[in-house]
């Protein structure tokens, strides 16, 4: 059967992946309710990340200016959302109408981080009323192996935790003047994230009977729906997104929701780690090492380390 | 001087990029130049980047990962059907344009008796006709009219690889990861050459293992394709041990 993005899927293919479900197995060697591993490329001059969700690979980058605030919004900076779906990714995804899944996805991603707060927007201000941090997220959509959604809303996130902005001070004769410090200047600063939502998509078989988390692409192609769950580790659910597919009950999409917390948890973790090894390799690339010569220690003074 | 020995001074086992001259052509004997390979003038050159091959010490052929199958006559492809367009199917064999599938092209197959093949089965064909500016045409039998193998696959769980890894898995002798599969499981293979396997055990676990292994071990090395499917064997061994418990 074709998909969306025009892949094929045999039904000889169709068969098996149902057939294997009902066994508890996936045909990438997966259980039901196991999420690819991720590997976070985290980006050495803060501009953004690199995700690798099983062979879906999405990169964003972060960038970040001085704006005037909206209207009624005077203390809050803003943060605006945008999905590219390359042609590289599926060669269906060309010209502006990028086979209907990017606007989707966009809304996806603009629940999963904007309207659930994440980032702190009122962190962003510079002067209120005045000038207010404009900060830009731009995801590309590299490699597509199925579940591009949660992908994205991953590398977003893992982006805005990467992303430094560069610090400002006040000063002039009046106070009044902003000064933006370069990286030599001063330390650059991370955004405030209150905290990680995390995107998790089942793919729907069976009427809802069997779920497949994160679904590969030809998962993807042949479920009967899809359900995501936009969750923190906090057990919060800051989503639940469902727009098309076979009808579900309560208590099937509350088994997702719970299936979802608890996969949630477990990305927490990894998302950290990946987050505290790239701060450990920043600072250390940052550290400049100063060897003493034989001769001055000899001579026992007490050399600067700068 | 032959050909091997003017290839192997060169540039056999190098990585070339498209451009690079691989061969001048030699005053006396014969070449067969193979896939990836050009002749410009007097050179050989290369339009893919790959690896220089000489086999059989005439024929010279990149050997390089592609995904997208270039159509040749003679080969084996497993396709997938796509539609029926008159008195042919439409198969996509995963190259640049689909294929097309005579419904007569299949052994005792007359007007009356027409072959089971619908849209979204999976077929095992040869390409009986592979032009560059055409659409390649296939057929469900061997030169003599015989099924030979050709025909519908009925169940089993396709995979995707590359067409040099399909290549690899069809030499001769057996690649040892096959080998060492074979040793412990009992599984149905097919390959085709334009980058699609088939695989069909009796149990899912099984046939789900084979057709991941297969995937998964291109760029192994002879040893490490022969751990890679030993520890798969044990895996599952393991597993249904656990399960008659």
């Known amino acids: 059967m074709p998909g969306p993005t025009g892949s094929l899927v045999s039904s000889n293919e169709a068969q098996f992946i149902l057939k294997a479900l009902k066994e508890g197995h996936r045909v990438d060697g997966r259980q039901p309710l196991d999420f690819r591993a991720v590997k976070y490329k985290l980006s050495e001059d803060d501009s953004g990340a690199e995700v690798l969700l099983g062979r879906t690979r999405v990169f964003t980058a972060v960038t970040a200016e001085l704006a005037a605030p909206f209207g009624d919004r005077g203390n809050e900076g803003r943060v605006s959302y945008h999905v590219e779906l390359s042609p590289l990714a599926v060669p269906t995804f060309e010209g502006a109408r990028a086979g209907g899944a990017s606007p989707e996805v966009t809304a996806l991603l603009e629940r999963a981080l904007r309207d659930s707060g994440a980032v702190d927007t009122e962190a962003l201000c510079v002067v209120a009323g005045r000038k207010v941090w404009s900060v830009r997220v731009d995801v590309h959509v590299l490699s597509a192996d199925g579940n591009i959604g949660d992908a994205v809303v991953l590398c977003a996130l893992a982006a805005l935790l990467a992303f430094r902005r560069p610090a400002v001070s006040l000063g002039g004769s009046d106070g009044s003047q902003i000064i933006v410090h370069s990286k030599d200047e001063k330390e650059s600063v991370p955004l405030s994230v209150h905290h990680l939502p995390f995107s998790i998509t089942f793919a729907l078989f069976e009427g809802g009977q069997l779920i497949a988390v994160d679904p590969g692409r030809s998962e993807d192609i042949c479920c009967e729906g899809h359900l995501t769950a936009v969750v923190n580790a906090h057990g919060e659910v800051c989503a639940v997104h469902k727009a098309d597919g076979c009808p579900l009950s309560t208590d099937q999409i509350m088994r997702c929701i719970r299936a979802a917390v608890s996969t949630a948890e477990n990305l927490t973790t990894q998302l950290r780690a990946a987050i505290e090894s790239h701060e450990r390799a920043r600072i250390a690339q940052r550290v400049r090492r100063h060897t003493v010569p034989q001769d001055a220690l000899n001579g026992a003074q007490q050399v600067p380390v700068s | ?245």
Not at chain 2, 78 to 92: K, L
Not at chain 2, 135 to 142: G, K, N
């Open chain 2, 1 to 245: 001087m032959t050909v091997k020995k003017a290839a192997s001074l060169e540039s056999e086992g190098k990585v070339v990029l498209p451009g690079d001259e691989v061969l001048r052509i030699p005053e006396h004997g014969q070449i067969r130049i193979g896939p990836g390979l050009q002749q410009q003038g007097s050179k050989i050159v290369a339009t893919r980047p790959g690896v220089v091959r000489v086999a059989a010490g005439s024929k010279v052929w990149l050997d390089s990962r592609q995904r997208r199958y270039v159509p040749a006559e003679g080969e084996s492809v497993v396709g997938v059907v796509i539609d029926r367009m008159g008195e042919s199917f439409n198969v996509d064999i995963n190259g640049p344009s689909t294929a097309a599938l005579p419904l007569l092209a299949f052994e005792g197959a007359t007007r009356r008796n027409r072959p089971n093949l619908r849209t979204g089965d999976l077929v095992y064909a040869r390409v009986v006709v592979a032009h560059r500016d055409m659409e390649p045409e296939l057929s469900c039998m061997d030169v003599h009219g015989t099924a030979a193998g050709f025909g519908p696959l009925e169940g089993g769980l396709p995979e995707s690889v590359t067409t040099s890894h399909a290549r690899r898995l069809l030499s001769q002798p057996t690649p040892v990861l096959l080998r060492t599969l074979a040793g412990g499981l009992s599984f149905e293979l097919v390959v085709g050459q334009n980058g699609r396997v088939w695989v069909n055990a009796p149990d899912t676990a099984a046939t789900v293992a084979v057709a991941n292994a297969i995937q998964q071990s291109e760029g192994l090395s002879e040893k490490q394709a022969a751990t890679f499917a030993q520890e798969l064997l044990n895996g599952l061994q393991a597993t249904r041990a656990v399960k008659t418990e």
